[in-house]
């Protein structure tokens, strides 16, 4: 298991980013979060086996159709082992 914090930067608000990636991460059975910042980038957080994790980082540096990614940061952060929550989008 593997928990990883991602940025990404581009044109990734107002074109269903968030909504991209909760359907996306839900598909490979990953737990966690993602939302909007208010300097226009989408952070979230990714749980799971670490093979899911690195697939939703390859999905979200495509995007939906009418994002553009320009980067996709990554941090390591400690898997929390969350069971009820899922992922979902806030705020």
């Not at 969350?82 to 979902?88: A, I, L, R, T």
């Amino acid at each position: 298991m593997g928990r990883l914090r991602f940025v990404v930067t581009g044109l990734v608000q107002g074109v269903g980013f968030r909504w991209f990636t909760v359907r996306s991460a839900q598909e490979l059975g990953l737990r966690g979060w993602v939302r909007n910042r208010a300097d226009g980038a989408v952070e979230g957080e990714a749980e799971g086996p670490a093979d899911d994790v690195q697939r939703l980082l390859d999905v979200l540096r495509r995007g939906p159709g009418h994002a553009r990614v320009d980067a996709v940061e990554t941090t390591s952060v400690p898997a929390r082992g969350e069971v009820d929550e899922g992922f979902v989008a806030r705020g």
